[in-house]
């Protein structure tokens, strides 16, 4: 079952669990399970995904119930008038807050894009950062030092490129935790030996966008259970988690 967060006669919001992927994909053959399966089979009709969330990120994910309603909706996306919000654990002490403006090259994938040019300029990434909390653990995820600092934020992702949150915080040298791409091994090796949860930890936690009426809708996806243990374990539970102010 997938957890249904809003729902109209148009459209539906799910938090998609971590590990599982949107829709299904001839690069991934070996799969069985997929969010757009299972919420069609929930709901006995068609749903038509809008957007996409990497497979490890977990979090608010919206369908449109027809093409029409799917095409209408991603038109929002291609004008930057959806706002979304994503929480995420980085390594180290990122404090304040601040805009990452730093270029992408376009990641290919060895398949899929085989045929395509490998000389594409890096194209224009923006992100915005806030920290909501800082914590220091008792353990070591590296002989330099006795404990390990780590940082709760949130990204607000301005540009859409593929991994871009994942890419912009390893770019700050605050790579997010349980990242195997762009992350650091020792650190994601540490947290899961003291909390034993290995998801990356990345949840997109608020979409705001504007219904096929025009009216606006804000949606928050809660954090599943691994996240809310580590959140426990980090000493985090009272950090009162932000939600978008533009209404």
Aim: overall charge neutral; aromatic content about 8%.
């Amino acid at each position: 079952m997938i957890e249904i967060l809003y729902q109209d006669d148009d459209l539906v919001v799910v938090n998609k669990p971590a590990g599982i992927l949107v829709h299904r994909s001839w690069l991934d053959k070996h799969e069985t399970v997929f969010v757009m399966t299972v919420l069609r089979d929930m709901l006995g009709r068609h749903v038509y995904p809008v957007h996409r969330l990497d497979r490890p990120t977990s979090g608010v994910l919206l369908f449109a119930l027809s093409s029409e309603v799917a095409r209408i909706l991603s038109l929002q996306f291609e004008h930057h008038t959806v706002e979304k919000s994503y929480l995420a654990l980085v390594r180290g002490y990122l404090l304040g807050s601040g805009r990452i403006d730093y270029p992408l090259k376009v990641k290919l994938d060895k398949i899929a894009d085989k045929f395509a040019s490998l000389d594409k300029a890096p194209e224009m990434a923006m992100t915005d950062y806030q920290n909501l909390a800082t914590c220091e653990m008792p353990f070591i995820s590296t002989p330099r030092y006795a404990t390990s600092r780590y940082s709760l934020v949130q990204l607000t992702p301005i540009t859409g490129r593929k991994h871009q949150l994942r890419r912009h915080m390893t770019h700050l040298f605050h790579p997010i935790i349980g990242d195997t791409t762009y992350g650091d091994t020792a650190q994601n090796r540490a947290v899961y030996e003291f909390t034993g949860v290995s998801r990356l930890l990345l949840h997109a936690h608020t979409l705001l966008f504007d219904d096929v009426n025009g009216r606006r809708v804000q949606v928050v996806a809660p954090l599943d259970e691994d996240f809310k243990k580590i959140m426990t374990q980090f000493g985090l539970t009272d950090i009162s988690l932000p939600f978008i102010s533009k209404m």
